[in-house]
């Protein structure tokens, strides 16, 4: 049996829509969170959602599945072999390197994008990847990332979207799974969110479509046994 950690509610239910013999995660969590919770037959884990791109290089909607991933720590390798499987039943190219921390607005705003990107030539950023390449070190299994592009390397995301920020503001849904919508919502009280609110809201759903369509390609058990064609 396989784990897919999502984060926000929208992931989340395309999680639970697509995939149902499977362990699913959504929500905040920490790698002692997921060792407490995630039973010892998890034989892999999928980091699946959203991302934000780095380059020009990527566009909206667009799918990646890295292969290798940097974080503030480490760098740790998507299995080869499983990432391959999902690559040839999907077509979906794989994106190589691709940085995820924990570092709260680490690629929010246009200049911290190029920092991060002229530091690891990283083509996509996000929060959750790190948590699951970690957990996956942790239980010696094998770890994927399937994910769609959601803000570019132009969007000047504020400090205050920031999913560190937004945790403080309290609005959790669905076991834990952050509602994207009603955290943008509170958002736009601080003043903000009203300058990105009509763009990022229409990048986050062609994304999210992008998403739904693209897991439908996918196996139930997303291609985690089987041999490549």
């Known amino acids: 049996m396989i784990a897919i950690k999502t984060m926000w509610k929208d992931e989340t239910e395309i999680a639970a829509n697509a995939f ?8 905040y969590a920490t790698v002692w969170k997921l060792d407490r919770i995630v039973p010892s037959s998890c034989e892999g884990i999928v980091s699946l959602g959203l991302c934000a791109g780095l380059t020009p ?3 909206i909607g667009q799918i990646m599945c890295a292969s290798m991933v940097m974080t503030d720590r480490d760098t740790h390798e998507a299995d080869k072999e499983w990432r391959g499987r999902i690559s040839d039943r999907t077509k979906f190219n794989e994106v190589q390197p691709w940085y995820s921390s924990w570092d709260p607005g680490a ?5 911290n994008k190029a920092a991060l990107f002229r530091k ?3 083509w996509c950023f996000d929060h959750d990847t790190v948590l699951v ?7 010696k299994i094998p770890f994927v990332v399937f994910r769609a592009v959601s803000t570019n390397w132009i969007d000047d995301v504020p400090n205050s979207l920031d999913f560190f920020n937004l945790m403080g ?8 799974a952050f509602d994207y919508a009603s ?3 509170a958002v736009f009280k601080t003043g903000e969110w009203a300058v990105l ?5 229409t990048q986050y759903q062609t994304a999210l479509a992008a998403l739904r369509k693209a897991v439908a390609l996918v196996d139930a058990n997303f291609c985690w046994k089987g041999q490549r064609t």
Do not use: Y
Not at 169 to 176: F, S
């Open 197 to 201: 609110e009509s763009t990022l809201m």
């Open 169 to 176: 503001l309290g609005i959790q849904v669905n076991a834990g």
């Open 57 to 59: 290089d990527v566009s």
């Open 107 to 111: 690629a929010n705003g246009i200049s």
């Open 20 to 27: 149902h013999d499977v362990i699913r995660i959504g929500g």
């Open 183 to 185: 955290l943008a919502a």
């Open 120 to 122: 690891s030539g990283a």
């Open 133 to 139: 390449a970690e957990f996956a070190k942790l239980r």
